[in-house]
Nanobody, 116 residues
Framework: QVQLVESGGGLVQPGGSLRLSCAAS????????MSWYRQAPGKERDLVAAITSTGDSTNYADSVKGRFTISRDNAKNTVYLQMNSLKPEDTAVYYC?????????WGQGTQVTVSS
């Protein structure tokens, strides 16, 4: 059974940093493009950042460009999201997503709260 397990969320002050991790199991991780999405209360789930299966290309939502960095370690079956200069509007549940053609999987999400 495919599992994506996020970790690293929590409460942080504005301007602070967090690193999210997503550990994948029971899939050929190196074949999957990986993404991070987020969903704030009352809002839709939006793409934050994505990385190709080989890690040679990334893309970001305009709202996080220059502050967030997505990376992956295919040897560890893990994708990361480094979040710097966090703002209150970054508060959301962050979800890991894996995609390989028609196959798609979601993690359970991890809460990130940015507040003083």
């Amino acid at each position: 059974q495919v599992q994506l397990v996020e970790s690293g969320g929590g409460l942080v002050q504005p301007g602070g940093s967090l690193r999210l991790s997503c550990a994948a199991s029971a899939l050929t991780f190196s074949s999957y493009a990986m993404s991070w999405y987020r969903q704030a209360p009352g809002k839709e789930r939006d793409l934050v950042a994505a990385i190709t299966s080989t890690g040679d290309s990334t893309n970001y939502a305009d709202s996080v460009k220059g502050r967030f960095t997505i990376s992956r370690d295919n040897a560890k079956n893990t994708v990361y999201l480094q979040m710097n200069s966090l703002k209150p509007e970054d508060t959301a549940v962050y979800y890991c997503h894996a995609r390989d053609y028609g196959l798609r999987y979601w993690g359970q999400g991890t809460q990130v709260t940015v507040s003083s």
